[in-house]
């Protein structure tokens, strides 16, 4: 999935902030300023194949301090249009899953410099429609406070659909649901989450942007620092 103005953006654009779930929580999860956060880069996705149009990952991939899949078992997945959908009901305690052959991860290149991961939805790595569109969740070996991802949408531009958002559901070990946030943007936005307590075991990622998403730049810390 290459997506249009790459380099349009970069930063915290958020348009569309914190949507809550009422039931979750202990501490909640905020939006916060990356440069408030100390959070080395781990996962980059560099050392995979640069190929244009992606390649298909149909299992769990792992990395020191993560893993990343589709879902965590208990969350039932359906689709919405040619997105993939999850609930929050994860098992306890939170494992991974990945997706149908095909309907899992793919890692494309985007530009000519970087390497970007993306779900595959409903519609499969062969359509165009399925890769950006699925659902991709993120276990990390130990319980994080604060974590950054950044994330490439689709430019808006006039007569175009209505914009879509990327939702994301946080989870603690246990599998009880810590918090949901929901945000917006145009190209490149690199988003930072933070709770008042190390509690995030793993986030669920889906979105119902134009053309999907890519991630890239997952940051955390095995202990983490605040600056």
Not at 62 to 88: K, M, N, V
Not at 107 to 118: C, D, S
Not at 199 to 213: F, L, M
Request: proline share 4%.
């Amino acid at each position: 999935m290459v997506k249009l103005g790459f380099a349009a953006r970069v930063g915290c654009l958020v348009s569309a902030v914190l949507a809550f779930s009422g039931a979750a929580v202990a501490g909640g999860v905020a939006i916060v300023a990356c440069e408030t956060l100390n959070l080395p880069v781990q996962i980059d996705f560099e050392n995979f194949p640069r190929v244009v149009n992606g390649s298909r990952y149909d299992d769990i991939l792992t990395f020191p301090g993560a893993s990343i899949g589709e879902r965590f078992a208990g969350q039932t997945l359906s689709a919405q249009r040619t997105f993939d959908i999850l609930d929050t009901n994860a098992s306890a305690p939170l494992m991974l899953l990945a997706g149908a052959p095909g309907e899992n991860l793919s890692v494309e290149a985007i530009g000519r410099m970087q390497n970007a991961l993306n779900g595959l939805g409903p519609m499969g790595f062969d359509s165009k429609s399925g890769s950006g569109e699925g659902a991709v969740s993120i276990l990390f070996n130990t319980d994080q406070q604060a974590i950054g991802i950044s994330f490439e949408f689709e430019m808006v531009y006039a007569g175009s659909p209505p914009q879509g958002a990327v939702r994301l559901a946080f989870f603690a070990r246990d599998a009880r649901l810590i918090g949901e946030v929901a945000l917006s943007s145009q190209g490149r936005t690199r988003a930072c989450f933070q709770t008042t307590a190390a509690a995030i075991a793993g986030v669920s990622i889906t979105n119902t942007d134009i053309e999907g998403i890519s991630i890239d730049d997952i940051a955390f810390s095995q202990v983490l620092v605040l600056g």
